[in-house]
């Protein structure tokens, strides 16, 4: 169970590595709020600091009986998945570049980008984080923090769709409006 705990901890730190060296530009680092954001960067910024904490504690957990999972196929789906969730981030920061920002606001001279992976999903750095986050759960084999970062994962991110959307359509109108019967939310050719 070590070498699955320390390949988790990779997948968890891939995305920490990620964030440092592929985001370029100030802009899409900075965490000042707008109105479009309507509490979502906060909502977020809870539920991953809870995972943050919960995920390196949960050797712990199993090591104590609580919760634990033993399924050898979950931490290996577990990896793959985060391990997928890691690919699609760096894809999804690198194509949008500059106007890949953590919170939800009109940058100067914004664009939509429809290209690369936008071409399929419209919200590829949000899956990635689905994936990265509820892969490393599963590799960690804890049903309870399992649970808590999916539930806390998925509600966000569809709290945050459905903002984000909502300012897109006020920036980019009918453009966007044709870009969404176009591509999907999250996962291509289905949602």
């Not at 090591?63 to 931490?75: C, D, F, P, R, T």
């Amino acid at each position: 169970m070590l070498i699955i705990y320390l390949l988790a901890y990779l997948v968890f730190a891939g995305f920490f590595i990620i964030e440092r060296f592929a985001r370029r530009g100030k802009d899409t680092k900075n965490m000042s709020r707008t109105a479009h954001d309507q509490g979502s960067t906060t909502f977020i910024s809870v539920v991953m600091g809870a995972a943050i904490i919960l995920l390196p504690l949960t050797p712990l957990l199993n090591w104590a009986g609580i919760g634990m999972l033993h399924l050898l196929w979950l931490n290996i789906l577990g990896l793959v998945l985060g391990a997928i969730g890691l690919a699609v981030r760096y894809v999804a920061l690198t194509t949008l570049g500059r106007f890949f920002s953590r919170t939800l606001r009109e940058a100067e001279d914004h664009t939509l980008v429809t290209t690369g992976i936008y071409h399929f999903i419209r919200h590829p750095g949000y899956l990635s984080d689905l994936l990265i986050f509820i892969g490393t759960a599963l590799a960690m084999s804890n049903l309870i923090t399992l649970l808590i970062v999916s539930i806390g994962f998925v509600v966000a991110y569809i709290y945050r769709i459905h903002v984000e959307e909502k300012m897109l359509i006020e920036i980019f109108g009918e453009q966007y409006l044709s870009y969404q019967k176009t591509s999907k939310r999250l996962i291509p050719f289905i949602l």
